[in-house]
Every structure is written in structure tokens, then in C-alpha cells.
């Protein structure tokens, strides 16, 4: 996983998909999303800690 659209389809795997039009919303919800994931044991902490940076990346460039 390299890139946010790494991250959108580690979701769509488990049938989320997220676009509310707002990039800033997005990148928030796609967060909360992985971090159920991972609480919930669907994804091993390496994915949640890869796709949390990615998120994170993400929206230092936004701003």
C-alpha cells in the first residue's frame, strides 16, 4: 500500500466507499473507517499504520 487510492480499495474490499465532495471530509472519514477496521481485527497493524501515514500525507497537502 503507497498511495490513497491504496487505501480506497483496502476499504471497498470490506464494501465501504467514501466521497462526500469535500477532500478534507473524505480523507477524515476514510480515517475513522480503517481505524474500525483495525479495531475490529479485519486489518493486522501494519496495514492500519501504512494507510494511517498515507491518510496523513494526504492531508498535509491538502493544507
Keep these: 500500500m503507497k498511495t490513497m487510492y491504496d487505501v480506497q480499495q483496502l ?10 465532495g469535500n477532500a478534507i ?3 477524515e472519514l ?3 473507517e480503517v481505524r474500525e477496521l483495525y479495531n475490529q481485527k479485519l486489518i493486522d497493524v501494519n496495514e492500519y499504520k501504512t494507510a494511517i501515514l498515507i491518510i496523513r500525507a494526504a492531508h ?3 493544507h
Excluded: H, P, S, V
Excluded at 11 to 20: H, P, S, V
Design 11 to 20: 476499504l471497498k474490499r470490506f464494501g465501504t466507499i467514501i466521497y462526500t
Design 25 to 27: 471530509a473524505d480523507l
Design 60 to 62: 498535509n497537502k491538502l
Design 30 to 32: 476514510i480515517q475513522e
